[in-house]
């Protein structure tokens, strides 16, 4: 099953970004085929997940590049919105100095995978994964980099955004938004910086 992360119509981009992903991954050297779970999709029907899938690692590092340059990421916490195998936590943790690094999603199979690769990297005492509702999700009061690669549809982003606006707008955090299909109707933030050829988005609250 192939999903488009996006409207990028250029193979070589698509080609390139892939080769990417397939690099970080096998030197992973997982004990686990993780190309099994793509597509794979909640059996919860009080969710509007979407279908899992890697994002491409390199838009990661675009988002980043986003970031206003007096944002200094080691005084945030990383949380990966609907983390799924928690790849891109993963990735978060081995390229970036940040205070913590956790992720949830609504999928308990996932979860369980991604904790079981934690633990076979030797990295679950540095990256935490729960399973979790984000309808449900409050944060901790504290600064927070949200990812964020399309996990679901607008409901329940305008739930989670709204459920925890207070924390987002006190602590100042900031959502890095991969596959930016919402954007219009994120609303109550400062800025928002865009990469409108990778659809991408910064929002600073």
């Known amino acids: 099953m ?6 990028i119509s250029d193979d070589l981009t698509r080609q ?7 690099e970080f991954i096998n030197s992973l050297k997982l004990n686990l085929d993780i190309n099994q779970y ?3 999709t909640s059996n919860n029907s009080l969710n509007d997940s979407t279908p ?16 206003p340059n007096n944002i200094e990421l080691e005084n945030y916490s990383l949380c990966d919105v609907g983390c799924g195998l928690g790849i891109s936590t993963i990735y978060f943790q081995k390229k970036y100095n940040m205070k913590s690094f956790s992720g949830f999603d609504f999928n308990q199979d ?9 633990k076979d990297l030797e990295l679950d005492e540095n990256i935490e994964f729960e ?3 984000a309808n449900e999700k409050l944060l901790e009061s504290k600064p927070y980099i949200l990812f964020m690669f399309n996990p679901f549809g607008i409901t329940t982003m305008q739930s989670f955004i709204n459920n925890n606006i207070v924390t987002l707008k006190t602590n100042k955090s900031i959502i890095l938004y991969a596959n930016d299909l919402h954007i219009n109707e994120i609303k109550n933030c400062d800025e928002i910086y ?3 050829y990778f659809n991408l988005s910064v929002i600073v609250f």
């Open 2 to 7: 192939k999903h488009k992360h996006n409207n």
């Open 16 to 22: 390139k970004e892939e080769q990417y992903n397939k």
């Open 38 to 40: 793509e597509g794979l």
């Open 52 to 67: 899992y899938m890697t994002v491409w690692l390199g838009n990661i590092d675009r988002l980043i590049d986003l970031i």
């Open 110 to 118: 996932l979860i369980d995978k991604a904790k079981l690769i934690l």
């Open 131 to 133: 399973f979790k509702n």
């Open 194 to 196: 865009r990469d409108d």
